[in-house]
């Protein structure tokens, strides 16, 4: 594993960290004025995606996923990355696909609508050969009649989705109605999917078993899936706050210590569950979730994570929340940095690389509005602070403790510049010790971002 200077390094490596800073500096300014869309793609987001697939190739092999105007979804990448395996340096040029991708587009294309604003199980990471992949959660009844009645109308009376799909059985349809039809072929497929995946551990952070909007259910999820078609599969309800929250933490100057989630709200109704065999095994008493600080509660589901993708060898994990846009992308983006950071994952990537890779393909390109999300973007950097202990690393007897800490500290310091030079920070009633700004007005003058009298 490479070494990285500290943030008290030497004024070479503050003019490098500044050179560093300045690429994800224009990343984060792009997309903070301009929303992605996979059909709208300028010459430039088209060098970007480029570059993230270079660094991609960098330490796997891997297929694509077509969704070149945003047919299969639209705020999902052009280009798709299936990681099929690590690649050594000798064996670069050969390339034998472990995947039919014909097959996995095909599946794609026939599960999309299961899942909400058509956000498919999508994999995302790629460690020890299984899946980390992400999502959206299951949508409800409402949002699949009006899609599937869209697409009925404007593909010309026909709609072809599951055209070769397995009929339901003529005794079965004898008594189940209209609904229970669509949702076996839709979330049918779905699960196809996942299973082809190889995933097996289902993740969901909503703090609600259904989104209701003016009084009616707008999603579900499998836990509440009636016909319990998802029973093969170990569910895990680990509710989470969503970016709604992080404006306390915003209007806290940015201070997530001590920020408790209420959990006495009416739409709050789904209970923390977790298998006896994850909850016993960590030494953290769960039933005390509901006391738990914003950073205990990021730390302590991080650490359960960690952990199931740990003590399975073959099977994968889902990770989702409503639309899979806010508290998905942070903790998918943590694992993937943690891993990185352990030298499990993207081995050759340095730490400039790698936040480029994930703030490009975990947090822009699947955030609705960029804007509307960004305390939860702040915070998802700057919490890397928080997991430098060797608590957090998959490595057994790590002998690279003090190096995982320099790994992550170099992430959130070019993050911290890039970010202050951008978009700042603003609090709402602002502390009088400006403790937040003061941070990043010292990272920004450290690599020269911002001169002596600049005002952050």
């Known amino acids: 594993m490479a070494t990285f200077p500290s943030s008290a390094g030497s004024l070479t490596a503050s003019a490098i960290t500044g050179r560093k800073s300045e690429e994800i500096a224009d990343l984060i300014e792009l997309f903070s004025k301009t929303q992605y869309r996979a059909k709208e793609v300028t010459t430039r987001v088209q060098r970007i995606e480029t570059r993230c697939l270079e660094l991609f190739g960098r330490d796997y092999k891997y297929s694509v996923i077509q969704n070149t105007n945003g047919e299969v979804c639209g705020h999902y990448p052009r280009h798709i990355v299936y990681l099929e395996y690590e690649c050594t340096e000798p064996s670069k040029e050969s390339f034998e696909s472990t995947v039919q991708i014909s097959k996995l587009q095909d599946l794609v294309n026939r599960s999309k609508m299961a899942r909400c604003r058509g956000r498919f199980v999508c994999p995302v990471i790629l460690y020890n050969g299984k899946h980390v992949c992400r999502s959206s959660t299951l949508a409800g009844w409402g949002e699949l009649y009006g899609r599937t009645g869209y697409n009925y109308i404007f593909s010309g009376g026909t709609d072809d989705t599951w055209a070769e799909s397995e009929e339901v059985p003529e005794e079965d349809a004898v008594v189940r109605n209209g609904d229970s039809q669509l949702f076996d072929k839709v979330r049918g497929s779905d699960i196809k999917l996942l299973k082809y995946l190889s995933v097996r551990y289902i993740c969901d952070l909503m703090v609600e078993n259904k989104k209701v909007k003016f009084g009616l259910n707008v999603t579900s999820s499998e836990k509440v899936d009636k ?100 508290r998905t992308p942070l903790f998918v983006s943590l694992l993937r940095l943690s891993l990185w950071a352990d030298g499990a994952v993207h081995a050759s990537l340095e730490p400039s690389e790698i936040l480029y890779l994930t703030i490009l393909r975990q947090i822009i390109m699947v955030y609705h509005v960029f804007l509307f999300s960004c305390q939860i973007f702040f915070f998802c950097f700057n919490f890397l602070k928080h997991i430098v202990s060797e608590k957090f690393s998959v490595i057994r007897k790590c002998a690279y403790v003090s190096e995982r800490q320099a790994r992550l500290e170099a992430v959130r310091e070019i993050f911290l510049a890039a970010y202050s030079s951008t978009v700042g920070l603003m609090s709402s009633s602002p502390s009088p010790s400006g403790a937040i700004s003061g941070l990043l007005e010292q990272f920004a003058r450290g690599v020269g971002l911002r001169g002596t009298n600049t005002i952050v």
Do not use: M
């Not at 940015?254 to 739409?267: I, K, M, P, R, S």
């Not at 914003?294 to 889902?318: F, M, P």
């Open 227 to 326: 016909a319990q078609r998802y029973a093969d599969f170990t569910l895990l309800s680990v509710p989470y706050p969503g970016c709604e929250f992080f404006k306390d933490y915003k209007d806290r100057d940015y201070t997530a210590e001590g920020l408790v989630f209420n959990w006495n709200q009416d739409y709050v109704d789904a209970p923390l569950t977790i298998p006896v065999c994850f909850s016993k095994s960590l030494n953290i008493d769960w039933s005390e979730y509901q006391s738990w600080d914003l950073v205990q509660q990021t730390q302590n589901y991080l650490k359960l994570l960690l952990h199931i993708i740990n003590i399975d060898d073959e099977s994968g994990l889902l990770v989702h929340c409503i639309s899979g846009w806010d």
